[in-house]
């Protein structure tokens, strides 16, 4: 399995308790989220498709 590569979203804060990051898998078309501070933690993972109409959906807020 090729390791994720993480990037920290624009809107997360370097001391704020909102710190999201994401990785897109580069063998399978899923996108991976977690929370920066609880690296290990739980994660969360989409579809392209599903990705793709949250951050539309998002977009609209």
Known sequence: MTALEWFKS???????????EVAIAPTTPT?????????HGARLTFTGVSWTEFV????ER
Not at 10 to 17: F, L, Q, T
């Open 56 to 59: 539309a959906f998002t977009a």
């Open 10 to 20: 624009s809107y997360s804060s370097n001391d704020g308790p909102d710190c999201v």
């Open 31 to 39: 996108i991976h989220v977690r929370d920066s501070k609880d690296r």
